[in-house]
């Protein structure tokens, strides 16, 4: 029903910034919120930053997003934005956009193919 896709990923040197984005299509009307987030090697696929789709606009980040990365959005355009300043190696990782859908008895998750970021020097 909802189709994702990533871009604005790359390699960039360790406090600089890049600006990923996440277009939506489809049942966009059902979109309750949308999210990033990003998984390393060896690792879990773990939060990043995620805002509702409603009015409002409800954000909430990863404690080590915070200060550092801006989710914002645009419902006209159905694209959602993370700007990411001061990247550190440890941003590293496959960035994945997420949208919820939410029904009376369980969330829905949707995915995008992710994109990568590499933070070194």
């Known amino acids: 029903q909802v189709q994702l896709v990533e871009s604005g990923g790359g390699l960039v040197q360790p406090g600089g910034s890049l600006r990923l984005s996440c277009a939506a299509s489809?049942?966009?009307?059902?979109?309750?919120?949308m999210g990033w987030y990003r998984q390393a090697p060896g690792k879990q696929r773990e939060l990043v930053a995620d805002?509702?789709?409603?009015?409002?606009?409800?954000?909430s980040y990863a404690d080590s997003a915070k200060g550092r990365f801006t989710i914002s959005r645009d419902n006209a355009k159905n694209t959602v934005y993370l700007q990411m300043n001061s990247l550190k190696p440890e941003d590293t990782a496959v960035y994945y956009c997420?949208?919820?859908?939410?029904?009376?008895?369980?969330?829905?998750?949707?995915w995008g193919q992710g994109t990568q970021v590499t933070v070194s020097s």
């Open positions: 997420n949208a919820a859908i939410t029904t009376p008895l369980r969330v829905y998750n949707y």
């Open positions: 489809g049942s966009i009307y059902s979109i309750y919120a």
């Open positions: 805002i509702t789709r409603g009015s409002g606009g409800s954000t």
